[in-house]
């Protein structure tokens, strides 16, 4: 018979209420143990020693669950986790493309990402080259097509133009998911009617928090007047008059307005209370004066999830207070098929290089890289098994990935930034959320 060993990826603890538990994070599995199996599992745990307890049935419910693993099992679910990764890496049906027709923007935020980018517009030359970039990818079934800037809704015609093109031209590449990022100002009849036609998926719009702070914040760049009012007046319009869009409000969070997402959210559910409706914080990042790690000013990841934990046991932001199994889906900038193209026809694989020439990748009427370094950097250099951190990490199996942008930062450019993006991993969490999810079951 062979010997089992306690799996890297379990984890004994004793609850607030003195029951013993025990939870696999490979298996996303939750027992409840008897004192006695838990007292020598979490003994053989600290001494490596091998499975030893005459009872079958205990034996095939932790190997089962994954608690229990062969010398070398948690080496070969590693690959087969890799395996799996790489999958979603190169999976070749789906092209995604997010469209920037203008890095122009009537707002005049002082903290934006964007200062500095270049005041263009996609011209009909870049237009009509988006068919044949599309049509390189032979492979492709389908497209996801996100609209982005700068506003995008300064070039409603670009993107009419482009629309049409797709719809005209490319019948055989459908639009399965079609969204547009947007600061909501300009979102008025004349674009609820062209997304009649063309439907959104999602439609995504920030808040710089309350009337008094977004207005301070979020000024026109002409006048120097606020646009909070007229925001929450367009989004009156578009989930009266596209019922069947989601919309998610993304609330700007740092330090100086933490109370905010607590009003803003009652606030606005309470004001729309509609199924596509969905606000969330978004936490400012804030680099400091060297550029390799946050500012004082900004909310540190350790915070943000404590945060996330207590609007989530209040039912306000969608984060799973169970883990979830997952394999990280990635982004933009770590799938092959997924480009940022600006309005030069230029090629990004994250939307934080948009606008930043050392950042381009390729130009979508050529058939070469530019810079295949940064490109294989991203796709590649990213992922979590070159990390001997991440590689070793407990939370691994339920771990939905890190920022490509600021690990390449970390990797290459000196960067200090914490990267952990899974809930359970901030200090105490683990408990506290699976004691939380234990408690609130009503099976158990």
């Known amino acids: 018979m062979n010997d089992y060993y306690i799996s890297r990826y379990a984890y004994f603890f004793i609850s607030s209420k003195e029951e013993f538990l025990g939870y696999s994070s490979r298996s996303n599995a939750f027992l409840k143990l008897g004192c006695d199996l838990y007292a020598y599992l979490s003994e053989i745990q600290k001494t490596k020693s091998p499975f030893d307890w005459e009872d079958d049935n205990i034996l095939g419910l932790l190997k089962k669950y994954k608690f229990l693993v062969e010398e070398g099992g948690d080496d070969d679910f590693l690959l087969k986790h890799q395996f799996e990764q790489d999958t979603v890496t190169y999976h070749p049906i789906s092209l995604g493309l997010i469209i920037a027709p203008t890095l122009s923007c009537n707002f005049d935020c002082q903290y934006c990402f964007e200062t500095g980018k270049r005041a263009s517009r996609m011209e009909d030359g870049i237009i009509n080259q988006l068919v044949p970039f599309i049509k390189k990818h032979k492979y492709v079934q389908n497209l996801h097509l996100t609209w982005y800037g700068g506003e995008p809704l300064l070039c409603l015609d670009v993107i009419k133009k482009i629309l049409l093109k797709i719809s005209s031209e490319l019948p055989n590449y459908p639009i399965k998911y079609h969204s547009i990022v947007t600061n909501g100002y300009y979102f008025n009849q004349e674009v609820i009617d062209l997304f009649k036609e063309f439907p959104l998926n999602a439609i995504q719009i920030t808040l710089d928090g309350k009337k008094e702070r977004h207005d301070s914040i979020r000024k026109l760049k002409k006048t120097g007047q606020g646009s909070y009012d007229r925001i929450i007046s367009n989004i009156d319009n578009i989930l009266k008059e596209l019922p069947e869009t989601e ?80 394999t990280s889906m990635g982004c933009c900038a770590t799938v092959i098929n997924s480009y940022i193209i600006g309005p030069k026809g230029e090629i990004y694989k994250c939307w934080n290089d948009v606008s930043d020439d050392k950042r381009v990748i390729a ?24 990390n001997t951190e991440c590689i070793k990490c407990f939370f691994l199996p339920i771990c939905q990935g890190t920022c490509a942008y600021y690990r390449l930062k970390n990797r290459y450019e000196g960067g200090k930034y914490n990267l952990c993006q899974c809930l359970q991993r901030g200090p105490n969490l683990l408990n506290e959320c699976l004691e939380y999810w234990y408690e609130s079951r009503s099976d158990k």
């Open 247 to 326: 919309v998610h409000i993304r609330v700007n969070i740092e330090k100086t307005n933490l109370r905010d997402f607590d009003e803003l959210y009652h606030e606005l559910t309470h004001r729309w209370n509609n199924k596509n409706l969905s606000v969330y914080p978004g936490f400012l990042r804030i680099d400091d004066e060297t550029g390799k790690a946050m500012s004082c000013d900004a909310i540190d990841r350790w915070q943000a999830m404590r945060l996330n934990f207590e609007w989530s046991k209040k039912g306000m932001v969608d984060t799973s207070i169970y883990p979830k199994r997952t």
């Open 363 to 386: 130009y979508i009427n050529e058939d070469r890289f530019v810079n295949s370094k940064l490109f294989y950097r991203y796709v590649v250099g990213s992922k979590w098994y070159h």
